[in-house]
């Protein structure tokens, strides 16, 4: 028989058994319809947010083309070549962006703000709507000695003000003249700590605020004419390059519009898509259970197929046609479920995604899932179906079923490792984060290879147990290394699960307890940016004298960018993720003599404090291993539209979780001579007076106006907000890999059913009553659970502290009470699904299924 009429025989005989209907494989097909809506509906919806943000993208940026500069206005030859973008028709808006204090006129408080000044211009693409909605020439216009402010509702509630009411801001007044309800490019703004102001760059020259070196960013918006299509940017872009190469401004387009945003909803695509492919591999056991329990069952039938001649390879082809078909059942459900996640998704996130998802069906992020769905079941299904070929007719036509001590040939091995490399190798592909991915992935194999040792281990362990006089212990520990016994599918299936969940809540809670109490006791109680050379001095004598106890510290800041790394633009180069945030944008950089007193020195040497030769750094350890550098390496930095390279001289270990004031680079004082600078003051106080922090506060915010103060608490705060978001996220992505667990728990529960009969009517015909039977089982379901939580609490534990300091570089520690829920989740799981599912079992006859033995 050919192998093409030897196929379509197969699926003929395969379709013909399907008629039966599906029993046996309710769990399968939830296990994969459930990792792969996990796997599609998490990338529909971080495809959807994307097309919505490209959607957008003009009003996202409210232009077509921004040009950031950091402490610096545009040049009269960089506005002359912004002008003639815009040439014939084309328009043009500029903006700044900075913090700052506004103040009740009285002086009873103060709060934190972030200022935008905008021109008449702003804005060239999107709505700016307010309540109530003015004129554009009211909103900000100079009346009786008042300019005007448009503010979010959380400064009013904050303040305690109204609509109507005057406050100040720097050296002058303001009168509230609205509240805006939405502001088109907040989201390219980025990732703010304070509430908005609005105001206009008249009223900003007004207040004061910007002084030599202060911490302000100028926009520069533009609005191309009609018709300039992507290919005109790229030229603007390159232009801009070649003609300004030491401009130091940062350039975004349209198509750009919220890169930080953009990139987060990758990262957290790919931790929710990792996770999903772990529910589909534990989903992966029960497609094993399954089958092997399915082939137990059609013993007859492949000896049949045998007896009559069939090749071995035939009766193989006919269940991998079933397997396949059915897998298709649950690929299908979980791609409708995919579908209708990211309609949930949106409805769920209108509140706190600033930008509204693309609604439709995304067929690369549903094929991607059907594909990840269809590889699991083939090589989750190869081992039992080679371990059903290779077993002789006379075998399979005996009562105990296929010899589960038999092996499949090696080809089915063979056949089953191409396939889970071919599902690392995707999961790789998609991944955002190679790295990231790569040790998920070794971790999952590692996991499957430590679970069935361990599973080996409980079964030798029982076995070589002393014997105990409770019947019902006896029966428990026999149960556990019997032949056939349930102990590898239980461990396998729970393990991975809980190992997950242990990960992800030790994630959680470290988070947590970072943010809510190692950091605040280790941070500083207030940060003041902005102070001028001319303030310094008096700002310290203030402090000290409200607080003389305090500890005050301060160094002298400005803003650059690194824009090469020994002599290579750093946009040419492939910058591992890790280090990548130190390129991402200005960083704050400062110079010193003397090395700061918090940091030690891992590698190299402090200059002189008279040194005077060519301009030396200090980098921080960790980033400069991140980015492959080392000692004698230069980078080039642009400080205020000027390029200033500097020889690595030092690497500094640097804690960022104690919120101390701390630089990535610490430059030699020659290096920025002459240079304005404003400084950053650090005030540490030695307990938490609420009376004193708000005496500071008012004090420091009456006398110097423009200096900025930001109290930790309010960062806090900020940081507990996202936290909780996140760990939403988390608890729901723990919940999927639980899931998963817990069908396949069931799963191999109900294919151990059948031996269970047997032995239940055996030991009740020789006296065994329900009662022991019910409390063996029990006790072994207990022994399991207990034993899976403790490799899930190590493994995790270990997953954990890799992930909290190793990737996120804090402190991890262990959670005791997520031990006790990990091990009271484990047995509430083994025990109440296996009495669950062996209740029926002690129900049984024993004449009828003595009848049949």
């Not at 094993?288 to 069939?310: C, E, H, P, Q, T």
Request: contains cysteine; proline residues 4%; positive net charge.
């Amino acid at each position: 028989m050919s192998v093409m009429k030897s196929g379509i025989l197969a699926l003929r005989y395969a379709l013909r058994e399907m008629r039966g209907g599906l029993s046996g494989f309710y769990v399968f097909i939830a296990c994969i319809a459930l990792g792969v809506a996990a796997i599609g509906g998490v990338n529909s919806v971080a495809q959807s947010v994307g097309d919505g943000i490209a959607a957008q993208g003009r009003s996202i940026l409210a232009g077509d083309m921004s040009f950031a500069l950091q402490q610096r206005q545009a040049t009269p030859l960089e506005k002359q070549f912004l002008d003639k973008q815009i040439q014939p028709s084309g328009r043009l808006s500029e903006s700044a962006t900075m913090r700052s204090m506004a103040r009740k006129p009285d002086g009873s408080d103060q709060s934190l703000v972030e200022v935008k000044a905008v021109d008449q211009n702003y804005p060239l693409y999107g709505d700016l709507k307010t309540s109530p909605q003015l004129p554009s020439d009211k909103r900000f216009a100079s009346e009786q000695g008042l300019y005007g402010a448009l503010v979010s509702q959380l400064f009013l509630d904050r303040m305690g003000l109204a609509i109507g009411e005057e406050v100040l801001l720097g050296t002058a007044r303001f009168q509230l003249r609205g509240v805006i309800d939405e502001e088109p490019d907040l989201l390219s703004d980025g990732f703010s700590f304070a509430p908005r102001f609005m105001i206009s760059l008249e009223a900003l020259s007004a207040a004061g605020l910007v002084q030599p070196g202060s911490l302000v960013t100028h926009i520069y918006k533009v609005a191309l004419p009609d018709g300039a299509g992507d290919s005109t940017l790229k030229q603007i872009r390159e232009q801009a390059a070649k003609d300004f190469p030491n401009a130091g401004w940062n350039i975004r387009t349209r198509n750009n519009a919220a890169p930080s945003l953009t990139a987060n909803i990758e990262r957290f695509s790919q931790f929710l898509t990792l996770v999903g492919l772990t529910a589909l591999i534990v989903g992966g056991v029960g497609v094993a259970n399954a089958v092997r329990a399915y082939l137990d069952s059609k013993r007859a039938v492949i000896a049949m197929f045998k007896s009559l001649g069939a090749p071995a390879r035939f009766a193989v082809l006919v269940y991998l046609f079933q397997i396949t078909l059915i897998a298709l059942i649950g690929i299908v459900i979980g791609l409708g479920l995919a579908i209708l996640i990211p309609f949930g998704a949106m409805a769920a996130l209108d509140g706190y995604l600033p930008v509204t998802g693309m609604s439709g069906i995304y067929p690369w992020s549903l094929a991607l899932a059907a594909v990840f769905g269809l590889i699991t079941v083939w090589a989750f299904a190869s081992i039992p179906l080679g371990r059903a070929r290779a077993v002789a007719p006379t075998e399979l036509l005996r009562e105990n079923g296929i010899d589960h001590h038999g092996h499949a040939p090696w080809i089915y091995f063979a056949f089953a490792l191409v396939l889970m490399a071919l599902l690392a190798g995707l999961a790789l592909y998609v991944a955002y984060d190679r790295r990231i991915a790569i040790v998920f992935i070794s971790a999952t194999i590692v996991a499957f290879i430590i679970l069935r040792l361990v599973a080996y281990l409980i079964q030798y362990i029982a076995k070589k147990a002393p014997r105990t006089r409770s019947t019902a212990l006896r029966l428990a520990v026999g149960n556990i290394y019997r032949p056939n016994a349930l102990t590898s599918s239980v461990v396998l299936s729970l393990g991975l699960g809980l190992t997950l969940m242990v990960a992800l809540a030790l994630v959680d809670g470290n988070l947590r307890q970072q943010v809510a109490s190692n950091i605040p006791a280790q941070a500083p109680d207030f940060f003041f940016v902005d102070i001028q050379n001319s303030e310094i001095d008096g700002f310290q004598k203030l402090v000290s004298g409200i607080a003389p106890n305090g500890k005050i510290t301060a160094a002298p800041m400005l803003r650059g960018r690194v824009v090469q790394l020994n002599g290579t633009d750093v946009r040419k180069m492939e910058i591992p993720a890790a280090g990548g945030w130190v390129l991402r944008g200005d960083r704050g950089i400062t110079f010193s003599e003397t090395m700061p007193d918090n940091a030690t020195l891992n590698e190299g040497a402090w200059w002189p404090a008279d040194y005077s030769g060519e301009p030396l750094v200090s980098f921080a350890a960790q980033e400069a291993q991140d980015l492959g550098l080392k000692i004698g390496d230069t980078i080039t930095v642009n400080v205020l539209g000027r390029n200033i390279t500097a020889k690595i001289a030092n690497f500094r270990q640097v804690q960022w979780e104690t919120l101390a004031m701390n630089f990535v680079m610490v430059f030699s004082p020659n290096t920025f001579a002459g240079a304005p600078v404003t400084w950053l003051s650090t005030l540490t106080l030695e307990n938490g007076d609420k009376a004193l922090t708000a005496d500071i506060l008012r004090q420091v915010t009456q006398t110097y106006p423009t200096i900025t103060s930001v109290g930790v608490k309010d960062a806090v705060e900020v940081a507990n907000t996202l936290i909780s978001q996140l760990s939403t996220a988390i608890r729901a992505a723990a919940s999927i890999a639980l899931a998963a667990s817990v069908l396949v728990l069931g799963g191999a529960l109900a294919a151990g059913n059948r031996a269970r009969i047997y032995d239940a009517v055996v030991l009740k015909t020789l006296g065994a009553t329900r009662g022991t039977l019910i409390k063996a089982y029990v006790l072994e379901y207990m022994l399991l659970g207990i034993a899976t939580a403790v490799f899930a609490l190590f493994a995790g534990g270990l997953a954990g502290w890799y992930v909290v300091a190793q990737i996120m570089r804090l402190k991890a520690a262990f959670l005791p009470d997520v031990a006790g829920m990990t091990i009271l989740i484990a047995l509430i799981l083994t025990i109440g699904f296996g009495l669950a599912g062996t209740w029926r079992v002690l129900g049984q006859k024993p004449a009828n299924i003595l009848r049949e033995l």
